[in-house]
């Protein structure tokens, strides 16, 4: 953390005491610009090779998977005789201080501090097509044309020619300013986010069944639960943090809870569970009305609770009757005594707990098996209490921070939705803009900006801190309609990225570390992330670069900030009242007294946010009830056939981070997994002449892949599991996602990155 100048009145010692944080922001000085830009800039100080400014250590919520592990930093060893240019190195550990890990930190986190200085974006960079190679150019320079491409979009096509993609990177005042930039400034919703990709079945699934969006447990509930049932989730390996926690109390024994997992894959995780149930891939809502029909056979049903507190229970009961324990069994593909097994658990404990991540959301039917995951807890009572509930775990760190600001097109900040006119009307007065601002029609998602972009419907496209040319499904058909837009921009930190082949503006974005800001992890606690190290070159905190354009675009009263916790002050302002009230939280809050969990209303004591939701079994809902939803399986959207038999199903290492912008200069990261393999049971790969380290061609209806084999019985026969960290740019380049589709939930609109029908040939075809 960089002591900026003599205004900042803080001691070492206070800097590193335990229980306490506090985090420096940059100085702001009001009217403070770069050149004529007028956009606040911290004091930097000297180049970065060249600061001589004292560093100290820092404390921050690690910027990888929504655990939202703390992190205790400290910085570069100072020059040496021996050493005069020493590598300007960070190097992080577990905060023991923080109350979401308690110390704890996964090889991601560990190695955090290797990968912000290197490969980064120092200039902004432009070219007229995408042919011709980039030059830099100034920051004025790069305002000019976004302000002339957007000027010219409102006028001729309106505000649906405009689109910002961004992401659970992004520090929550990012967000916010971003949409309020398009969607209250330029009067459009097409801002969405990679959360679509991840939790946006979550999104939808909480809100029609309890009512408002947010995960109403908390990770003490793993401490506690006598049942954790982990569905569409390897934990071991995606949130491992949380995934030790829970094994740590199992090695205890005393309290030890039983733990089921319920995944294709015989992954780490499900290699520690009492009952793994291998289920085929797509049957996990035929498997949770299996376990509702023997629930409701067994007499295990809250009666008192569903008659007090439930709503739709007339049509769910029917549905489930009908699937009996030998239809859900064979739909399944398991033993019956497995599911027997399982309701029989379900039905004797006292605190059961469920978690999912992109194995449940990434379906045609995810907001439906959200559903049918929640409806178990209404049906058993199990909600609202120590130890119970269902528990959505983000992927991105800071896609909590994203869904409470309305980082989706269909979402306004506090929990609010766009086609609720009485929602846009509070957030006009708030943000200052005349009656009507905001456009009653929600945004384009993400695979529909795609499609306006294939339809020359979009004259502008903005991605920022994501690289969507490797996270999209049909990857050759994502080139193709981007190609057709007329301005892309990307907002990036790194060098290199996939998406930047197909940008022609690129902007140098400060990232996490040298700008401050809040992140929301998956249990709704709120950690302030400081700007501990001054930003390479001419990198800007995305906040700060949307916004001088809306200064620039004639909105200068709505965005006068001059610091992120100006931003954050009324951010907050607009959750007051709301489920996810945080109006009692500051930076200087946070900074004084650490994470804290919402809601925390004003007036709340530092640590008495809200640990638990719905504990009053009272659910934001017209009537008060939470809702029973009945909804027959549909299975996988891309179902196996003769000429595509096998089902591809991707996921994540543990070492390596989504499209690996951060973890592929890590030598430890490539050390563990040095590139993708394709996991193959024995019985698909005999046919075909494969064997341990072969090639294999993976072939489906939108392109091949070329990747070494790995024979596995951890695998179910009839599916194959590939990586889908690497992108084009990587040495070892197999696009994963080039080969998955494009169709997803009707209701969260969340691509089904989780099953593609597949065949397998042995050493050829091509990489892409």
Known sequence: MLLRSHRDKI??????????????????RPGAAFGSQGIPLPELGPAHSQMTLPLAAARAQCPYCGVGCGLDLKPPEPPTASTPAPEPLWTARGDRHHPSSLGQVCVKGATVGETLHRNRLTTPLWRERTDEPFAPISWERAMDLLVERIQTTLATRGPRGLAIYGSGQFLTEDYYVANKLLKGALGGNNFDANSRLCMSSAVAGYARSLGSDGPPCCYDDLDVADLVVLIGTNTAECHPVLFQRLLKRRRRGTDAPRLVVVDPRATDTAAAADLHLPIRSGTDLALLHGIGHLLLQSGA????????????????????????????????GIPEASLRQLAQWWAESDTALSLWSMGVNQRREGTATVAGIINLHLLTGQIGRPGAGPFSLTGQPNAMGGREVGGLAQLLPGYRAVGNAAHRAEVERHWGFPEGAISAEPGLAVWEQIEAMEQGELDLWWVAATNPLVSLPSLDRVRAAVARCPLVVLSEAYAGTETAAVAHLVLPAAQWSEKAGTMTNSERRVTLCPAFRQPPGQARADWAIFAELGRRLGFTRQFTWTSAAEVYAEFVGLTRGRLCDMAGLSHALLAEHGPQQWPFPEGTAPGGGGARLYGDHQFPTPSGRARLIAEAPLGLAEPPDDTYPLVLTVGRYLAHWHTMTRTALVARARKRHPGPVLEVHPADAEPLGLVDGAIATVRSRRGSVRVPVRLSEAIRPGVVFLPMHWGASQPEACEANRLMHELGCPLSKQPELKAAAVRLEAGHGHSG
């Open 11 to 28: 001691s070492l010692p206070l800097l590193l005491s335990c229980g306490h944080r506090l985090a420096l922001s940059p100085v702001f």
């Open 301 to 332: 049903l809250d009666q008192t609770f569903l008659a007090a507190h439930t709503e739709g229970f007339e049509k769910l009961e029917p549905l489930l009757r009908t699937w009996t324990p030998e239809r859900a069994a064979a739909v399944c």
